[in-house]
T-cell receptor, first 113, second 116 residues
């Protein structure tokens, strides 16, 4: 099993550009999450999904959109990137809700100039 | 959501036992306590979870007193490879749900440095 994979690993965007981050899991998990991690801030939840076709807002959802068209994939979109969105983005999935064991991907380092 | 407080950083020598305490004074009846470990340039990794008393696995032990207002992660005989950030999470595992409620707050964690 590959676990949780994220594409791409690195990306540099100019302000105003758009992009989509892809998260894929092969563990048949119902729940998937997107976090961002900034120095001194810990991990903050952006959006999450409790099943295929469903999404919900987390702690810091503004400027991001998500979609869960297939159970194994969770996409994070930035429609108009801003420098404040420079961060490391982690995707995670879990079999159960909430803070039961979550499996994290390796992260995507995004820089917006 | 129960707010957690943990030390920002700790140092330990190789081979010693390390105890990291997390305070969560307003923990709710349905809340569980979960610890994650994160190495540089990697995503967090689940270590252990518990509700009360003591939980032990092959990696660590988790001690939770009767009042549950704090918990202690114990790492036996640490090695250099245990240098990482350790996060304490407290919350109701029934959440999040589609109403928007969520309890997935990692905070800033405790940076453990193991010294040779």
């Amino acid at each position: 099993n590959a676990g949780v994979t994220q594409t791409p690993k690195f990306r540099v965007l100019k302000t105003g550009q758009s992009m989509t981050l892809l998260c894929a899991q092969d563990m048949n998990h119902e729940y998937m999450y997107w976090y961002r991690q900034d120095p001194g801030m810990g991990l903050r939840l952006i959006h999450y999904s409790v099943g295929e076709g469903t999404t919900a807002k987390g702690e810091v959802p503004d400027g991001y959109n998500v979609s869960r068209l297939k159970k194994q994939n969770f996409l994070l979109g930035l429609e108009s990137a801003a420098p404040s969105q420079t961060s490391v983005y982690f995707c995670a999935s879990s079999y159960s809700r909430g803070i039961y064991e979550q499996y994290f991907g390796p992260g995507t380092r995004l820089t917006v100039t | 959501l129960a707010k957690t407080t943990q030390p920002i950083s700790m140092d330990s020598y190789e081979g010693q036992e390390v105890n990291i305490t997390c305070s969560h004074n307003n923990i709710a009846t349905n809340d569980y306590i979960t610890w994650y470990q994160q190495f540089p340039s990697q995503g967090p990794r689940f270590i252990i979870q518990g509700y009360k008393t003591k939980v032990t696995n092959e990696v660590a032990s988790l001690f939770i007193p009767a009042d549950r207002k704090s918990s202690t992660l114990s790492l036996p005989r640490v090695s250099l490879s245990d240098t990482a950030v350790y996060y304490c999470l407290v919350g109701d595992p029934r959440l999040p749900d589609q109403t928007g409620a969520n309890n997935l707050f990692f905070g800033t964690g405790t940076r453990l440095t193991v010294i040779p």
